[in-house]
Nanobody, 125 residues
């Protein structure tokens, strides 16, 4: 089992920044892929970014490229999502997730088998 705990959400004005954190505990592994997803009301859950824990290779959705940065701290078993130039359309519940098999289907939510509880991000215009 892997436990994921997110933090860092909140309310911010358009153009502002937020940094989300996701602390992993339990049966963690360097073979993991860690991902950030988001779900807005009435919409499907979608991938935002992902990182391969061992190599640090990253993946971003087109909608957040050049604005969001995913990173990890191996010593703390924590993955971060730095969000800059936030837009109202970034408003959603953000979830941290683990793909324990380390597959390369970064955007497929069914490939992720552990999920955090989610943290709300609200961007006002």
């Amino acid at each position: 089992q892997v436990l994921l705990v997110e933090s860092g959400g909140g309310l911010v004005q358009a153009g502002g920044s937020l940094k989300l954190s996701c602390a992993a505990s339990g049966r963690t592994s360097s073979s993991f892929v860690m991902g950030w997803f988001r779900q807005a009301p009435g919409k499907e859950r979608e991938v935002v970014a992902a990182i391969r824990w061992s190599e640090g290779w990253t993946y971003y959705a087109n909608s957040v490229k050049d604005r969001f940065t995913i990173s990890r701290d191996n010593a703390k078993n924590t993955v971060y999502l730095q969000m800059n130039s936030l837009k109202p359309e970034d408003t959603a519940v953000y979830y941290c997730a683990v793909n324990s098999e380390g597959t390369y289907s970064y955007s497929v939510k069914d490939e992720y088998d552990y999920w955090g509880q989610g943290t709300q991000v609200t961007v006002s215009s």
